[in-house]
Structures are given as structure tokens and as C-alpha cells.
């Protein structure tokens, strides 16, 4: 098909789709949130196409090619839309050419940049395939358009859950592993996930956030009679003992594999932005967004879901401005941190966590939105259309557009609601006070 792609292979594996009937994907291979989400897109866009998906992800490269992969256990999720198991025979040949292809050509690359120096694209060093066909509509569009993604229905797509299971093998030892970490099997949990900075040493990021502020929403749960697993990894603060509380983030037992299992049992799942959350949202689980830092692509996506932000202070306007406000800024954000310069962000308090934990659980399943919900429905809409003249994702025209299409398919699908609390206290005027 006629068209432009982010690279060479990209352009090659479509063409070999397109005569095998299947759409091929590597999914993001350091990033786990990306992973994720690549992964439960490609299954999306080979059910609404009535295609199978080809997952590839590469092999460990040797030195000096090798570059920090995560471990891909989400890929062992099973689905009738597969072609085929993730590391079966057939499977695992193909990853293997996929991971000498990409050797080759950073073998090519260094050669090149020792005669002529130069910034070789994102896509030609790492091990990626089929994300620019993802969103985007076709390889024919090569400019963002807000119509084109709204006819691509994203809202129904995501709407409709996908049938994940895990072999049954690997079943069997995660409830094994679920017995030694002390967590019954007749009993409801919550996963808990509160990013910190020592997994990727970024003690600065702006999705970090403090495990303390979580201790009143832990209660909450165990108060009514269910269990808490923390997860993450183990350079994470410690929890305190408490009871029903399994910090599972320093379990001798905590391994990929059963992260996929907790996820895929919880009754929902509490945290801040991370690829933990994403690979809620794969499985289908009802989430609870906490600490969010902005609205480009964190919005609670399913009906019943809940989300409450970080709190902005305008350094130029010296005081914490209003969700409203934070919406009517649109045009102030830059590509660092979808944020703008002249904003800082402050956590959420342990009130206001326990407070949307406590409507998450008290959420009636035929609720409706209120008035105050369905204003900011409508004012985070003109914000993304206005966001959409002035953000530019990438530098490079076709990865922007790219971008923009991942991007609106969030914009437009989400379903959940801000929590009608937090709404309340700060939609016309920050209910955070400078210290």
C-alpha cells in the first residue's frame, strides 16, 4: 500500500501483513506501560480487522548491541485473535531473525556514523515494528485530523473487553506462589501500585509519589474486608505491617509472571501512572488513577474507573490554579512532560486518596455522571483540540502524526470520571493552600 512508514522494516513487515492476513508487532521492548499498550492495541485492531496478530519480540543482543529489555511476560497472555504462541516453535524463529535484523543494522549504523556522523531515528536502533499503523489510520494519512480519529471509534473498540488468559501451567505455579505470599484464595484484593524513582534511578520524575499518603486508602479497603497487595519492585520505601497488607514489592516470590496473575485477579487496582497500571487496563480491571500529572493520555478509560490529579502551581501567577484553569492552559503545555515550564506539581494528600478509594468503593453500578463531571467532559475535549494546534509530540512530521492519532485515541474514548469529590473542591479554585 501506497503510503509512508516510520522505517524500513516497518514498511516490509505491513507489506508481508498484508499478504499473510496478520498484523506483525514488537511491542515496546524496555518501556513495560508502552509494551503493554502495544500489545492490547495490536489484539484491538486485529479483532476489528478479523486478522491475527504476529507478536515478535526480541532475543538479549550481545555486547555491544545489547540494550535493557524488560521481561515480556504480559506477551504470554493467550488470546483466540494470536497466530501463535508467544515463544512457541514457529514463534521463537521469528523473534530470532527479528533480533539479528536489528543487529545488522546497528552493525550499519556505526559503520555509517564513524564516516559521516549522524542522529540515526528512534526506529532504526530499537526493536520496533508496527506501532506507526497502530492509531494511525493507514499509511495515506500523514497529517493529524481530529474527524479521521473520531470515525476510527476508539470508545467502542476499548469498550469491548478482550478474552486474556494465562496457560494453565503458568496459572498453577502463580497460585503456588500466591499461597507462599501469604494471600488467601477465597478472598477479594486490591493491587496497589504507587510509583517511586529507584527502578529507573529518576528520583525527579513527576509520576513519582509518596507510599505514605496511601496508608488511609489501605485501611479503607481492609476495613471492608479486603486485602491490599502492594506491588512494584524491591528498591521501593517499605509498608508498614498491617494487616491484610501484603508488601509484595519485597517478596522473595515476586516475579513478571505474577504480576500479570495479581493484576488479573484484583477486584481493581489503585496507583499512579506507571506500566503496572497499563497492564491493569490491558486485562480489563477497574482502576483508580491517583497523582496524575496530566490530562494528555492518563484519563480513566472505562466506565466506573476514577481519577484525581496532582495539584498545579503557576510559578508565573504564584498560587495552585484550578482544574479548570489547568484545562483553559491548554496551549501552555511543551513536548517535556506534557507540562508547562512555568507550572509545579503537588501530590495528592492522604485525604484526598482515601476519599476517591472510598467512592470507587462506594460507586453503584448504574451510576450516573454529574453535572460537574460532564462540564469537565466537555471543557477537556476543547482542551485537547486546543492542545492539538500547538503540541507537537516529535520533530518529525509523520511521528507527530503518529503520535497525535495514539494520542486521541484516549482523548476520545475515555469513560471513567474524575472523582465528583476532588471535582468539587477543585474545579472553580485549588483546594491546595501554599505551605
Known amino acids: 500500500m501506497k503510503g509512508k512508514y516510520l522505517s524500513f522494516h516497518h514498511r516490509f513487515l505491513a ?35 478479523r486478522k491475527k496478530l504476529v507478536v515478535l519480540f526480541p ?21 483466540d485473535l494470536l497466530a501463535m504462541k508467544f515463544r512457541s516453535p514457529v514463534s521463537s524463529v521469528l523473534s530470532g531473525m527479528f533480533t539479528l535484523y536489528f543487529i545488522a543494522v546497528r552493525v550499519l549504523i556505526v559503520l555509517r556514523y564513524k564516516i559521516r556522523p549522524f542522529q540515526a531515528p528512534g526506529y532504526y536502533y530499537r526493536p520496533l515494528a508496527g506501532q506507526d499503523l497502530l492509531w494511525r489510520p493507514d499509511p495515506g494519512v500523514i497529517k493529524f485530523d481530529w474527524d479521521v480519529a473520531c470515525k476510527q471509534d476508539w470508545e467502542t473498540q476499548f469498550s469491548q473487553p478482550l478474552e486474556l488468559s494465562l496457560p494453565g501451567k503458568l496459572v498453577a505455579a502463580c497460585e503456588t506462589a500466591r499461597e507462599k505470599i501469604g494471600l488467601p484464595r477465597d478472598v477479594w484484593f486490591v493491587c496497589l501500585h504507587v510509583r517511586e524513582g529507584g527502578y529507573k534511578k529518576d528520583w525527579d520524575n513527576l509520576r513519582n509519589a509518596d507510599i505514605a499518603n496511601y496508608i488511609g486508602a489501605i485501611k479503607e479497603i481492609t476495613r471492608r474486608g479486603g486485602w491490599v497487595v ?9 509498608l508498614p505491617a498491617l494487616e491484610r497488607v501484603i508488601d509484595y514489592a519485597h517478596s522473595p516470590n515476586r516475579s513478571a509472571i505474577m ?13 499512579t501512572s506507571s506500566g503496572v497500571m497499563e497492564m491493569a487496563f490491558a486485562l480489563g480491571r477497574p482502576i483508580v488513577k491517583t497523582n496524575l500529572t496530566q490530562w494528555i493520555n492518563e484519563m ?52 484526598e486518596i482515601t476519599g476517591v478509594v472510598r467512592e470507587k468503593l462506594d460507586l453503584p453500578d448504574n451510576y450516573s455522571p454529574n453535572d460537574l463531571q460532564q462540564e469537565f467532559r466537555q471543557a477537556h475535549l476543547r482542551a485537547a483540540h486546543e492542545l492539538s494546534k500547538t503540541l507537537h509530540f516529535d520533530s518529525g512530521e509523520l511521528e507527530n502524526c503518529s503520535d ?30 501554599p505551605n
Open 300 to 351: 480513566p478509560m472505562r466506565k466506573g474507573d476514577l481519577a484525581i490529579f496532582k495539584h498545579v502551581y503557576s510559578d508565573t501567577e504564584a498560587r495552585f490554579i484550578s482544574l479548570r484553569d489547568w484545562l483553559n492552559r491548554a496551549s501552555l503545555i511543551t513536548g517535556e512532560h506534557w507540562s508547562s515550564p512555568a507550572w509545579r506539581l503537588f501530590e495528592n494528600s492522604e485525604e
Open 230 to 238: 502492594r506491588m512494584g519492585d524491591a528498591s521501593m520505601a517499605r
Open 59 to 79: 532475543f538479549p543482543m550481545p555486547e555491544p548491541f545489547r540494550i535493557q529489555m524488560l521481561d515480556p511476560a504480559i506477551l504470554f497472555l493467550e488470546s
Open 15 to 49: 507489506w508481508v501483513g498484508r499478504l499473510t492476513n496478520t498484523i506483525i508487532l514488537s511491542p515496546h521492548p524496555v518501556a513495560l506501560g508502552n509494551a503493554a499498550e502495544d500489545y492490547y492495541c495490536g489484539l484491538i485492531k486485529a479483532r476489528r480487522e
Open 259 to 271: 504480576d500479570v496473575y495479581l493484576l488479573k485477579e484484583c477486584a481493581f487496582c489503585v496507583g
Open 404 to 433: 497525535w492519532f495514539h494520542m486521541a485515541s484516549r482523548m476520545l474514548s475515555w469513560r471513567g470520571e474524575v472523582s465528583a469529590e476532588f471535582l468539587e473542591k477543585n474545579w472553580l479554585k485549588s483546594s491546595k493552600t
